[in-house]
């Protein structure tokens, strides 16, 4: 326990698998569902889970993740950002605070934030997603 922080060695959001960065992000039960509904919202398939090659390596993972054109990408890279920010922000809610969001409600939570974003003038952002604010 390095500075008297609360570890337990499994993956705080499954509690099945040793936690590391790429399990975390990726590989992960809980991720995928939030990528999938992540892949959905963008309508690119290249962020559904099912999709993704057998990469076990973040920075590769991550390259493949956020290829595309130019003007997309500038979307796509803040969009994954966000995602992989706000699973790194449940993971430590999960340890430090003892508060569980199950994926329904972090997805509507992550909506939220995507709109902020967009709001707050990401506008490769709104390109990529902002359609679901139409709906």
Same mark, same amino acid.
């Given at each position: 326990?390095?500075?008297?922080?609360?570890?337990?060695? &499994?993956?705080?959001?499954?509690?099945?698998?040793?936690?590391?960065?790429?399990?975390?992000?990726?590989?992960?039960?809980?991720?995928?569902?939030?990528?999938?509904?992540?892949?959905?919202?963008?309508?690119?398939?290249?962020?559904?889970?099912?999709?993704?090659?057998?990469?076990?390596?973040?920075?590769?993972? @991550?390259?493949?993740?956020?290829?595309?054109?130019?003007?997309?990408?500038?979307?796509?890279?803040?969009?994954?950002?966000?995602?992989?920010?706000?699973?790194?922000?449940?993971?430590?809610?999960?340890?430090?605070?003892?508060?569980?969001?199950?994926?329904?409600? @972090?997805?509507?939570?992550?909506?939220?934030?995507?709109?902020?974003?967009? &709001?707050?003038?990401?506008?490769?952002?709104?390109?990529?997603?902002?359609?679901? &604010?139409?709906?």
């Amino acid at each position: 326990m390095l500075r008297g922080w609360p570890n337990s060695y &499994f993956c705080p959001l499954c509690y099945r698998n040793l936690e590391t960065a790429f399990h975390l992000v990726a590989e992960c039960p809980f991720s995928k569902q939030v990528w999938t509904v992540v892949a959905n919202w963008a309508n690119c398939p290249s962020l559904s889970p099912h999709n993704w090659t057998g990469v076990l390596d973040l920075q590769y993972w @991550f390259r493949d993740l956020t290829s595309a054109s130019t003007q997309q990408r500038r979307g796509l890279l803040t969009l994954v950002l966000l995602v992989i920010w706000s699973l790194c922000k449940e993971r430590n809610n999960r340890i430090f605070k003892h508060e569980e969001l199950t994926v329904p409600r @972090f997805t509507a939570l992550l909506r939220d934030e995507v709109r902020t974003w967009i &709001f707050a003038g990401a506008k490769h952002l709104e390109t990529i997603v902002g359609s679901i &604010f139409n709906e």
